[in-house]
């Protein structure tokens, strides 16, 4: 038996797979101030919902996938402990100039942004290493004593170590981090060349500030979910998702945590590809995950899940960049529990501040005070309240229609279903905005791709989000309500191993390239015959960063084997940068050369068992009933309300109709058609013009 959970800002998801393959669903409301108990409550609802003890149940299971936004969290909300940065003497304003890019420049308001550690913590180490790895200045360890007793004066609770060039020659931030571990025992220390290979200064040293100040964070966090698992009966394989859609096993995330940084979002991705290819045959899908805090969007083209190093922390340029892979996910605050409020303008906003799990919207009777997207589906009559979570949580309508009527409806002279309307409308915008960003902007065409719905909150606006881009068609899973936590169970255990070595196509280095390659495939080797050797399979891919000469940014190009044989070879990577130039930035100048700058590797080790038979839907408690539902310009109307497992494959549902499980609630729009495939997904046809056909 296998578990994935899922730690979100409202709900905590748990999917657990069985030794067949199946899997169900549960979920249980996180708790902020100690994730990890949220986690033993949702194990808790899966026990109580199977008749059996929590220890049983995770004395059960032989693999936990844990994905958690803990680490951005740390980040986003300035928690993370004291720490400093040490820098080669000369060059303390790397993290301050950031790469010299501005928003607004004409903008003289905004201030200048912080550095994600200030300067008062960064320290000049005095030393020298060229480009070649040669020393200009040998290590002043006299001098360094000094900054150590600067920083034991200071308290910092971690170090970020990043020397020019060290990635050339590490031997100077090797002898910082033995005098680091020698005079400040118990501090957290990241050293630059370990972590990263980027050539780029800032990058290096940004990634190295950010992980080592999640270390003590992340190491009390991960290493607390241990314990209390084990305790709680759990004795298998815990694994964390990490930022580029892959898994790792929780000891290695506490040691690198910066992998971990958009470990929630990751795995939705991955879930959304496999729905789209088994439930519907395509290799283009928009996935998009609506959880209580922020709507999350992403894509796959031609059955692969795009990646980015651009990630920042905060706006780009003035925020912090993580110089590592992620998957390139879209995030606006526009979840379930997304706060509805009006400016002093009269203008309605729709987050990005969110309720959370505690006090949570208005109608959990929780203490939540202010109007949330949550409350104006409650107040239009799209979620029963007698039936949210299978009637485990109960609803107050009648909260969630006082305060939007006394925030919301009286500031803008609405009624209080007219208010709710226009707070669900923005929303939907918002998302509908959000997947434009990443599709349009990017090349693809929403009409020819398939929209995976997945959150407890995807079904309230998924039809109308895709009837308004002009997809065809959209699939809500079985296992959607929970996406990302099934996409943990879909996962692969991965690394990246990286080398930084310049060569150009003109006069090519063979022996240089393949020595790095072999260099390369030892290191995936090492992993799978280590951490992955209870894999079902394994392989390795290679991959370089790639420019034109002169250019300044680079491209990542797919190698076609492990070695270069000849000239073949390398006219055959010229020609496929010039084709991937071309799809990112619509030209190519096929006439010029390219240059090689960084090699990479990822051995990727299989843990997935194949295809899992049909999830099942959680059994149902309440009666079925129609009932009135607001809609804009037709005022109230009484809808079909259908219970998703009283749907066999025959049944096909007219919108408009509402469409309900203890997990989820799906709003078929007038002109959709929904009926429920083989593998227990919601499949519905948007009556746009461009029509496909779909599983059976």
Not at 160 to 174: F, K, Q, T, Y
Not at 250 to 268: C, F, H, K, Q
Not at 375 to 401: E, K, M, N, S, Y
Request: hydrophobic share 40%; charged share 20%.
């Amino acid at each position: 038996m296998r578990f994935a959970v899922d730690t979100g800002g409202t709900f905590t998801d748990l999917v657990i797979e069985e030794d067949d393959g199946s899997q169900t669903v549960y979920k249980s409301p996180t708790v902020p101030s100690d994730q990890v108990r949220g986690v033993l409550d949702v194990f808790q609802v899966a026990a109580d919902a199977r008749g059996v003890s929590r220890e049983l149940l995770l004395g059960l299971g032989s693999m936990l996938i844990h994905g958690t936004t803990h680490a951005i969290n740390a980040v986003l909300t300035h928690t993370t402990p004291r720490t400093a940065f040490l820098t080669t003497e000369g060059h303390p304003d790397v993290l301050v100039l950031r790469e010299g890019g501005r928003n607004s420049v004409f903008d003289f308001s905004r201030p200048y942004p912080e550095p994600y550690v200030p300067r008062a913590l960064t320290f000049e180490v005095p030393e020298r290493i060229d480009r070649a790895g040669g020393v200009i200045k040998a290590l002043d360890e006299a001098a360094f004593a000094t900054t150590l007793e600067h920083l034991r004066q200071a308290d910092v609770k971690a170090v970020g170590v990043c020397l020019l060039w060290s990635i050339a020659n590490p031997v100077h931030e090797l002898r910082v981090g033995e005098l680091l571990a020698e005079h400040l025992p118990g501090v957290a220390v990241t050293l630059s060349h370990e972590l990263s290979g980027a050539v780029r200064e800032y990058r290096r040293a940004s990634s190295c500030v950010i992980d080592a100040s999640l270390k003590p964070i992340m190491g009390t966090y991960l290493g607390g979910l241990a314990e209390r698992l084990t305790k709680s009966g759990f004795a298998g394989r815990l694994l964390v998702v990490t930022s580029n859609g892959a898994v790792r096993d929780a000891s290695e995330v506490a040691g690198t945590p910066i992998l971990a940084l958009n470990s929630g979002p990751a795995m939705a991705p991955v879930a959304g590809r496999h729905f789209a290819r088994e439930d519907f045959g395509a290799d283009t899908a928009i996935v998009a995950d609506t959880g209580g805090t922020t709507y999350d969007v992403s894509v796959v083209r031609r059955g692969r899940i795009p990646s980015t190093r651009e990630t920042w922390l905060g706006e780009p340029f003035s925020g912090h960049i993580t110089g590592f892979p992620s998957v390139d996910v879209k995030s606006v605050g526009a979840g379930g529990g997304s706060i509805a409020w009006v400016d002093s303008g009269g203008l309605l906003h729709v987050g990005p501040q969110s309720a959370g799990a505690v006090p949570g919207p208005a109608c959990y009777s929780r203490g939540g005070t202010q109007p949330t997207l949550t409350d104006a589906c409650v107040a239009l009559g799209l979620l029963d309240p007698a039936f949210f979570l299978g009637g485990t949580l109960p609803l107050d309508a009648q909260a969630a229609r006082t305060v939007i009527d006394e925030q919301i409806a009286r500031p803008l002279g609405l009624s209080v279903v007219e208010a709710s309307s226009s707070i669900l409308a923005l929303a939907t915008e918002c998302m509908v905005s959000a997947i434009e960003e990443i599709t349009i902007h990017q090349g693809i065409d929403p009409r020819q791709a398939v929209l995976v719905g997945g959150g407890g909150a995807a079904g309230l606006n998924t039809v109308a989000i895709a009837q308004r881009i002009g997809c065809p068609n959209v699939i809500i899973p079985a296992a959607g309500p929970a996406l990302s936590a099934a996409g943990g169970l879909l996962s692969d255990l991965a690394q990246d191993f990286d080398i930084s070595f310049h060569s150009s196509d003109v006069g090519f280095d063979l022996d240089g390239a393949n020595a790095v390659l072999a260099e390369l495939e030892r290191r995936c080797q090492a992993f799978v015959d280590g951490p992955g050797a209870d894999a079902v399979s394994t392989e390795i891919e290679y991959w370089v960063e790639a420019h034109y000469p002169n250019q300044i940014w680079d491209l990542e190009v797919e190698l076609a084997g492990s070695r270069f044989s000849g000239t073949p070879d390398v006219d055959r990577l010229r020609e496929r940068f010039h084709t991937v130039h071309e799809e990112v930035f619509a030209v190519a100048d096929r006439h010029s050369g390219i240059e090689v700058e960084r090699w990479h590797a990822r051995a990727r080790c299989h843990l997935e068992r194949g295809t899992p038979p049909p999830v099942e839907w959680p059994e149902q408690r309440l009666p079925i009933r129609p009932r009135q539902v607001y809609r804009a310009g037709r005022g109230w109307t009484e809808v079909d309300i259908w219970r998703i497992q009283d749907m066999d494959r025959e049944t096909v549902v007219e919108g408009p109709a509402v469409i309900e499980s203890a997990l989820t609630t799906v709003v078929v729009d007038e002109g959709a058609r929904a009926r429920r495939i083989a593998s227990g997904a919601l499949v519905i046809e948007t009556n746009t013009q461009t029509r496909s056909g779909g599983a059976s």
